[in-house]
Structure formats: C-alpha cells, structure tokens
C-alpha cells in the first residue's frame, strides 16, 4: 500500500518530552479532551442535535434535542480523558518468527478445540438440561444455529480469502443460490431436501465458475469490487424477476426439514409418533442444530484435507505469489476456478441450509451486509484459520444476537426506544474496532502442510495475503 | 428525439453529482491504495446535513431567500462533512495503512455500514421529504409530442458542479497541497524523506473528497428532494463505477465516468427498464474491469516480473 | 550439439521504447549460455518473452525439448498455426505455464520470488504440481488418502529432500522460505525451479548481491546442475562468473544483438567494450564494476 510510512508520531495531543511511564499531567490532557469533545460536538450538531421528523402535513418540522448533542460532546471529552491520562503502555515488541507458537502451543490449541467441540456437540442437551424445552429453543436457535450457519460460511469463503488470497466481496450471491434453489425446487416440483442439498451445492458452485471466470484474472481490490457488483446483480435480479422468484415479498412456505422423510409434526405419521416420544417443537430445532453442525465440520474436514493436497498447497502459493506459480507451471486460472467454486459450493449447501430452516427466503436476506459480514470473520479470524474463524463467527454472530437483548433498556428510555436499531450500528463499530485491534485477526500464524523434520507454526510477518 | 434530449439533460445532471463523488474515491485510492467503502455514506451524512441546515435556516432563522441561504448550506455542509471525513480517517484509517490490505477495507466497511446506520437512528428510517426548491423549468421544444424541458435545479447542478471542479483542479495543480498530494501518490516513503507531512497530506485529501461529496449531497438533495439514511450504498457503488471506468486514481477520469455512468443509467431507465438499471451500472463496472482494468484515463499497469 | 532453443527476430516494444529488436540467438544443448549487457539493454524482456510473461510484438521461438530443431519442420510448425507438435513448441503462442509444463523451460527472478510464508520444503513441493496433481487424480483420490498418492507425495518429498541436500539447506526444511539469509534463497529459487522436471533452465542474475564464497557455491552448483543433463540460460552482471562457466555468450545492448561467441572472444570484442564502457575511461569502468553495473 502505498502510505506505508508514519514519519514521526502525530502532533495532536501526545506530550512527547514527558516521561513514558507514570500518570500524564493533567492540564494538557484536559485540553486535550476539551478538543475532542468540541470536535464531536460539532459533528453532532446538525445530524443528532436536530431532528426532521415530518407533521400532520407531511412537511418536515425540525425537533431540537441539543441534549444528545451535548452528551456526544460530553461523551467525547470523557474517553479522551481517560485514554490521555492512563499510564502509556510501554510499546510492544513486533513479533518476530522465532515466537511463533512452539510444539507445546499447539497442543494445548488442539485440547481447547476438541473441548470446544465437545462443548458445540453437547450444547442443545445442556441447555436443554439447563433451561427446560421452552427456554432452550432461542438458545439452540439464535444462538447455536445461527452461528454454525455463519461459522460454515465462514469456513467457506475461507477458501477463497484465506487460503487462495482472492477478495470476495459477494459471496453471499452463492448463499443465495442456494437458498433460492431449494426453495425453487421444493415449491415449484416438490423436489425433497435431502436431494435438493446436494444440488445447491453443484448449482452454486456452477455459478462460482460462471461468475469466476471472467473476473479471476483480476487483483486486489478490483476483484472484491467486481465481486460485489455480482452479488448486487443477483439481488437486483430476484428483486425485479418476479415471474420466478416473486420479488421483494420472496418465496414462503418452503417444506420444512424431515428426519430423513419422516415429519416433525404431531400426529401418527411424526417423527415423534415412530420414536415414541411425546410430540415437541424442538425436536427438528436439535435436529437442525446437528445437521448445520455436521454441514459446517464437513466443510472443515475437506477444507484440512484439502490443504495438504497439491491443490491446496498451490492455493496457497498462489497467495504467496501467482507471478511464481506461474512460472512453475501451475496455471492460476484454474486453481483460482477451483478455490471460489468450491467455497461457492459450501456457500449453496448453507444456503439450502437456511432455506429450509426458515421456510422463507426474500431478497433481503442476501444483501451487502450479509457479504461484509462473512467477510469480516474471515479477515477477523484471520485468513486461513480455522478455529480462528469458528472463534470470530461465534464473536460477531454471538454478540450481535446478544445486542437483541437490549429490550430492557425500554423500561429506561421508554417505548419509543428500539434497541434493536443499535445493532447494527454497533456491529459496524466493533468491525472498526476490532480491525483497529487486531489488524491479522485472531490466529495469523501458519501451520505447515508438509515437512522433514518437525512441524512448526510460521509467523504472521512471513505470510502473505495475496494481491488476487 | 424529445426523449433523448431530456434524457441528455438529465443523464448529464445525475452524472455531475457522480462525478464529484468519485473524486472521493479516486483521490483515496491514489494516495493510500484504498478503497473508502465509507465514502458513500459519507455523501449521504451530507445530503441529511444540508436538508437539517435549509430547514434550520427556514425554521429558526426565518431565512427564505432561497439563494443565500443555498450559499450558507453548502459551506457549512462542505466543513462539517470535512470534520467528519477527517475523524474517519483518523480513528478507522490511519492505524491501518501499510497494514494487511484487508484490514483497512473491513475497517472503512465497518464504518459505512456505522454511517449509515448511524443516521438510521439518529433521523429515524422514514424518507426524508425537503421542501421543493429551484422548482422552475424552462421550456426548451414545445409542441411536439413532448416538451424537453430544463429545470433551475438542474442549471443550478450543473453550474455548482464546474464551479466547484474549477477551484478543485486549481487546488491541485498549483498549489502546494496539490503538489505534495501528488508526490505522495507517486512514492510516499520518498515524500515523507523530502519533507512533506504525509500524514497531513492524506488527511487533507480525506477533507477535500469529503467536501465535494457534501457539493454532491446537497445537489442530490435538491434534485430528489427525498433522502434516506440507506441512500449511500447504491449512488456510493455508482460513484466508484465512475472512478474505475474513468480510471481510479485519475481526476479528470472521474468526472467523465461520473457523466458515463449518469448518461447510461437515465438513457438505460428510459429505454429499457427501469428495474434494471442498477443492473446496468453494476455490469458496466464489471465489464470495465475486465476488458479495460484502466479505465478510460487510468495510467496502464505494466506487470512487473 | 544441437539447438534446444532457437530465438529469431524477437522483438519487443512497449509503447515508444524498443526494448528488444530484432534479436536472434541459440542455446545449444549441454551449455551454459549467458546473456550480458549494460542495464536496460533488454535482458530480462528477453526472459520474459521466452518464458511467456510477455508475448512478443514479433519473432519466433522454438523449443525442443528432447530432440533437436529441424529449420523445415519448424517452418511447418509455424505454418501450421498450432502451438506445438512432434516435440516442438513455439513458445510465443503458450501461456506461461504450458511454458513450464509443456516445453520445460524453468525460471528464477531478479527479485527472488519464493513463497515467503511456506517452508523451504513446501516451496519444493508445489513446484511438483503436475505429477502430485495426476497421482491425486485432482484431488479425489489425496481426499481419500489412496495409497497410490501417498506413494508419488513420498517421491516428491524424497526429490525435494535431494535438492535440499544439494543446496545444502536439508537442516532448514521446515523454516519458512522467508526467513532464510538472501544466499539460501537464491539457491532455494534455483532447486525449485529445478524441481520443475526443466530441459531448460533460465536464471535471472543468480550471482546478484553473493558473497565471493556463496557466488563460488553458485558456479559448483550450476556446473553440476549442467552435468545432470539440463542446459543453462542465464542473465548476468557478474563478468567473473559468465567468463567463469559459461560456454557461450550473447551481448545486448539497447535491444540488439551487439556479439555472440565463446567468452574468450566477447572478451576482446571491441563494440562489447564500447557498449560496456561507453568511452575507454578506466575510471568509468571502475565505478560501474563496483555498482555492478
């Protein structure tokens, strides 16, 4: 990138002669916050002190509310303060290849992913135990589901971010794919899931090569964009195409999930009635719950295996340098085809996947954000990271079902407060910050596919990104 | 050939506020090699800033003479979107660049998706209706089976579109700020060796962008006369076509693909469909960067081996 | 000895700049060949048009990689619109890979280009692609573990180690290629090129930024990379090892073939000496030996 360089720290307020350690003085750093509570005054001012808000006449009538302004300004000055007084950290050494994880590292990486997996199988039976069948479906639902769901995404577009270092900025295009293809199928010719599953997944990986191959030979950040003009394409398309897809309102009713063709409903020919148990709800949720999860560790599974292969040991020469692999007769095209048709291919079973767990599917499911998003843990588990990825998804799915908790803050700021607006808002915060954090994500160091001697991690610094 | 004619008129209108967003981009991408994903919602904020401004004029101040008061809203909006654009790079930005090239992308996405939801709540999600201003349209063919016509607003745009343009171009050409953003582009390392404060250099590109995004946003206001806190996306995705189809990182390309992509989408909506023209644009862009990844104007990348 | 590759009337031009024009030369099998010249002259365009990183504006290149060039069958060939055939490519109509995997032809860079983050010995083995690839019937039968891939991966982990043994680098297999001093990555660049299976092997100043020890170390291996059966073409600065172990030498200068001969000869050519030294200034010659020019 082309600012590489930070030539001297930046004149806004770091009193340079003082001493590193040791509380600031605080004059200078109250000056200090008063600046930034002015500067945040000033950008408050007309977007949150004012607000438009059309009357009886539909004309806009502007409502003052100088009081969030004076909390942004207050807000502000407050934070400043304390980053300006706190102790200055002394500064961090860059870490270099000999402190990349040892032997021992790795095992007790490999304990906390197999307690973590004994964890994610037994979480529907402990909360379950924990909560009652009543209280455990949100739990099982938005908590467990939903962020397999993203975790299987995020394992997918793995592929093609983290380890062929190709930008895709649409890959929501082939969730939607899939989603659209059960949906389709299953509406339209009643066409079961089970072999809806697998056709998705061939379906999107079609539309992988359809799409990938005119633009592969693209880099860097022309490809993330050309990436994201497909996947607005395809939204744009099931919105107007309505002969097909039945535009904004989406298909609903799609046929729900059966355990292999039995139904979860009640009555004699359930899934319940053949196993004798009383009838419930949150059997096809546990099932869901297990079959997102066996999705998710397959993807995982092939993605490992995959990766010792020479084709995945070229994806990664590939993001090592594709000038090199060329010259080594690799043929790039075909390797970058392989990696974005196979993470398309996971992409369409996930999204089959949701297809029929909400039996409905609308255009504005696949929008942008859902790509940023996936996007995000990919980049926030850091590229090529498995549980590093899993971690991420489990963060950012995790905390933002967690900010539709906010309900109880209405009976603070009365009804008029929706929480559920702060979500997203927040969740656009946390990427900024986190990405501010921790530029190379959770894990950056890279494990070895092959070696004479001993296997050791190699440090993020040597680890390329890829330019494709 | 009415039809044409007013598609001409209005294609040109809707390019120039295109044309000052892209400006955004291809200056951030020249200098930094980063593309400012947020610099849709930032035209957007502006559009929200200006409409709060008139109203604030009209409402508190009692100002109604429509020209004065156009004046103030669009200096004011261009320093407060400056502020803002400032901020942005400072805190999402400039801890980021040299970084991993993702990292910085995630960021500025981070912060769109902030920006906008940001005025979702702070203006509530409902569309955003300004008074009619510049309302006037002159009659350019009558009789015929359709009457071309050329409205204030669309004068207006234009004018404050060249104007504007003008003054930049002076900017950057003569003046030191132009010149040190220009050696910055080419070699920041090497700049910074000379003397020049690239920090400062970058964050005053990051105002200037800002600003003529603002230019863009009050345009936008007064022509729709409708804004919406979703509204940065699509016209920020167009923008972007427009630098890349005029070649990112070239200026006066920006402004002809800004033009472009205005002239298309109005003669696609026309001609073809309007459900579609969003599709239109996107292809465009994806056509652009594969057959032409230079753009119209863009300098050509010679790989290097 | 025959002609492996044979160059005619290659020329090159980006925009204004004639960056080869009109050069012909043969690489004969079994040799070392050299391409020298001051900076700019086109050398390294010449390596990239051969290599297919270029498509040339116009000229001919012919590959052979067992037998020999035949001027009639070649003529054929050209004729004939195809890439290929009969053991004879012409490599201005291949993309670059099917340089490499088709008419075996190698490379190294001038800025060392090694997968940074992968160890010594992954850079080896990816360089083995095409056989591993085959044997794991593209993928299928390494995603099921068959024990006819895991034969062919014990190959290509046994010539990787061979190579690693020769390059004397077999205690640092498993550090990543990044992390080796300039030296190792040099001769690392050269052993996975040569992994590669190449008849032909173009190196792109390997001697550049050696010390006298590790430039020694060069020559032995590239002599003994020769012996092996595989032919040589290299680009060089250093004048001590072209006239050291090359067996034949072409000179550009701005583009054009100025000398081509055996490294005694060029060494009393006098256009080599004016191309070289521009006016016969001793003092000029020592500064630009010195900068390695």
């Known amino acids: ?468 | 050939m009415e039809v044409f004619l007013q598609q001409l008129i209005n294609g040109l209108t809707l390019g120039s506020i295109y044309g000052l967003i892209a400006i955004g981009y291809t200056m951030v991408f020249g200098i930094i090699g980063m593309v400012n994903f947020a610099h849709g919602d930032v035209f957007m904020l502006s559009a929200f800033i200006a409409l709060i401004l008139f109203l604030a004029l009209q409402q508190f101040l009692g100002i109604d003479a429509l020209g004065a008061s156009f004046v103030v809203v669009m200096i004011v909006s261009m320093a407060l979107t400056g502020l803002w654009n400032f901020v942005i790079e400072r805190l999402a930005y400039r801890r980021l660049r040299g970084s991993f090239r993702l990292a910085p992308l995630i960021s500025a996405i981070g912060m769109s998706i902030f920006l906008s939801n940001f005025v979702y709540v702070a203006q509530g999600p409902r569309n955003k209706s300004a008074p009619p201003m510049f309302g006037e349209v002159i009659k350019l063919t009558s009789g015929g089976s359709y009457d071309v016509t050329l409205s204030y607003k669309q004068i207006l745009i234009v004018v404050v579109t060249i104007v504007l343009l003008a003054a930049f171009w002076f900017v950057v050409q003569k003046t030191p700020l132009g010149r040190a953003q220009r050696a910055c582009e080419q070699d920041a390392k090497m700049a910074a060796l000379l003397g020049i404060d690239v920090n400062r250099t970058i964050a005053a590109t990051f105002v200037i962008g800002a600003a003529l995004a603002a230019v863009a946003g009050v345009l936008y206001m007064l022509y729709y006369g409708v804004v919406n806190a979703a509204d940065g996306f699509v016209p920020g995705v167009k923008a972007f076509t427009a630098a890349v189809l005029g070649g990112i990182g070239s200026i006066p390309g920006a402004v002809l693909g800004g033009l472009l992509i205005g002239l298309i989408e109005t003669f696609w909506s026309a001609y073809f469909s309007a459900d579609y023209k969003d599709v239109a644009a996107f292809s465009i862009l994806a056509i652009t960067l594969i057959f032409m990844p230079t753009g119209l104007l863009g300098r050509p990348e010679v790989e290097k081996v | 000895m025959t002609t492996l590759l044979r160059v005619e009337h290659l020329s090159m031009r980006f925009g204004g700049l004639m960056a080869v024009d009109d050069l012909s030369f043969d690489v004969r099998r079994g040799d070392i060949t050299a391409l020298i010249g001051p900076n700019g002259a086109g050398k390294t365009t010449v390596f990239n048009c051969i290599t297919g990183f270029y498509k040339p504006t116009s000229g001919r290149i012919a590959m052979s990689p067992q037998g020999a060039i035949d001027g009639a069958r070649l003529d054929a060939l050209t004729r004939s619109g195809a890439r290929g055939g009969g053991g004879l490519y012409l490599l201005e109509r291949m993309p670059d890979h099917e340089i490499t995997r088709e008419a075996r032809v190698a490379r190294t860079f001038q800025n060392i280009r090694l997968f940074a983050g992968m160890t010594a010995l992954e850079n080896l083995v990816v360089a083995q692609h095409k056989p591993l690839m085959r044997a794991s019937l593209f993928s299928l039968a390494g995603l099921v573990g068959a024990p006819s891939f895991r034969a062919a991966e014990q190959a290509a982990k046994d010539k990787a180690r061979m190579w690693l043994d020769r390059i004397g680098l077999t205690r640092r297999a498993d550090d990543p290629a990044g992390a080796l001093p300039y030296g190792d990555q040099r001769r690392l660049e050269i052993a996975r090129a040569m992994c590669a299976d190449p008849v032909l092997l173009c190196l792109d100043e390997p001697a550049a930024g050696l010390n006298p020890k590790e430039s020694a170390d060069l020559n032995a291996l590239l002599r003994s990379i020769r012996a092996d059966g595989t032919s040589l073409l290299l680009i060089e600065h250093d004048m001590s090892v072209v006239m050291e172990i090359s067996d034949h030498v072409v000179v550009l200068d701005y583009g054009r073939k100025i000398a081509d001969g055996a490294p005694a000869q060029i060494r009393s050519d006098p256009s080599v000496i004016a191309a070289y030294l521009g006016v016969p200034d001793e003092e000029v010659a020592a500064v630009e030996q010195e900068i390695g020019a």
Request: aromatic share 12%; charged share 15%.
């Open chain 1, 1 to 468: 990138m082309a600012g590489a360089t930070q030539p001297g720290p930046p004149a806004s307020g770091r009193p340079g002669n003082g001493p590193n350690a040791g509380w600031k003085p605080v004059a200078p750093a109250l000056a200090d916050a008063a600046r930034y509570g002015l500067i945040a005054g000033a950008l408050a001012f007309p977007i949150l002190a004012l607000r438009a808000e059309p009357d009886f006449s539909n004309k806009l009538v502007l409502q003052p509310r100088w009081s969030w302004m004076l909390f942004a300004a207050l807000g502000a000055f407050l934070i400043r303060l304390v980053f300006a007084l706190a102790p200055a950290r002394a500064a961090r050494p860059k870490p270099t290849a000999a402190e990349a994880p040892s032997a021992g590292a790795r095992t007790a990486t490999k304990a906390f992913a197999a307690f973590g997996l004994g964890i994610i199988v037994a979480w529907p039976f402990i909360v379950l135990l924990t909560l009652g069948p009543s209280g455990a479906l949100k739990w099982i639902d938005n908590y467990g589901i939903q962020i397999l769901i993203y975790v299987m995404l995020g394992w997918g577009l793995n592929i093609v971010v983290g380890l062929a270092g190709l930008l895709d900025l649409g890959y929501v295009a082939f969730y939607a794919v899939g989603a659209y293809a059960y949906a389709l199928l299953a509406t339209n010719y009643g066409v079961s899931f089970w072999l809806c599953l697998p056709l998705a997944g061939i379906l999107a990986a079609f539309w992988g090569i359809l799409l990938g191959f005119p633009v592969l030979r693209l880099r860097g950040d022309y490809l993330a964009i050309v990436t994201l003009a497909f996947g607005e394409i395809i939204r744009v398309v099931l919105v107007n195409f309505s002969a097909l897809t039945n535009g904004d309102a989406g298909i609903a009713s799609i046929p729900r999930v059966t355990f292999f063709g039995l139904p979860f409903v009640a009555g004699p020919k359930g899934f319940a009635a053949w196993f004798g148990i009383p009838f419930s709800p949150i059997h096809r949720v546990v099932f869901l719950y297990y079959l997102i999860l066996i999705l998710a560790l397959v993807t995982n599974l092939v993605t490992l295996r995959l990766r010792r292969l020479p084709i995945g040991r070229a994806w990664e020469a590939l993001r090592e340098d594709e000038i090199a692999c060329r010259s080594l007769g690799l043929d790039t095209t075909k390797i970058k085809l392989t990696a974005f048709s196979l993470g398309a291919m996971f992409g369409g079973f996930a999204g089959a996947f949701f297809a029929v767990r909400q039996g409905f599917v609308s255009p504005s499911s696949f929008n942008f954000v859902e790509s940023a998003t996936i996007l995000a843990i990919v980049v926030l588990g850091g590229r090529g990271s498995q549980i590093g990825v899993a971690a991420a998804a489990i963060a950012i799915v995790g905390g933002s079902e967690l900010l539709r908790e906010l309900d109880f803050l209405k009976q603070v700021f009365g009804d008029n407060f929706d929480p559920t607006q702060y979500r997203m808002l927040l969740v656009g915060l946390a990427m900024v910050v986190m990405m501010n954090w921790r530029p190379r994500g959770f894990v950056s160091s890279r494990s070895p596919t092959i070696f004479l001697g001993e296997r050791r991690a190699i440090s993020a610094d040597l680890v390329q990104e890829g330019r494709g």
